[in-house]
């Protein structure tokens, strides 16, 4: 039995930061990941399901905008938030506008990588079932 490739998009980020080298070397062992940049993310949801999207709350502008954009475009995307500085506020707005998970930024590689297990083997959004 094959195991399957698993498709990340990590939205605000770059392989050049260590965060992001972080999330792409974690998601390696799970499938491929591609990395965009806050303005090109809608089109690339547009285009192709990914089984899990990373959004840098540090890197885009308006991170519960941004959610809810993909949320309508893609009713079953499992949406990710992270942040070095989490807040209740913060995390709530994310929730609200529909993200599936928010987690603290880690430097730690099995950490990320168990939350995009987590989030990956997660039901789809409960308003979708």
Known sequence: M???CREFLFIGGSCDDPWGQV???????????QIAGEFD????????DYDAIVIDA???ADVPLLVSCIRTQKPDARIVV???SP???RAR???RAGATDYIRKSMNKEEVLF???ATVNKAPPMWRR
């Open 2 to 4: 094959s195991k399957k």
């Open 23 to 33: 999330i792409e070397d974690a998601s390696a062992s799970l499938g491929t990941l």
């Open 41 to 48: 993310a809608l089109s690339l949801t547009r285009q192709q």
């Open 58 to 60: 540090a890197r885009v």
């Open 82 to 84: 992270a942040t070095a």
């Open 87 to 89: 807040t209740w506020r």
């Open 93 to 95: 707005e994310a929730f």
């Open 115 to 117: 939350a995009l297990q």
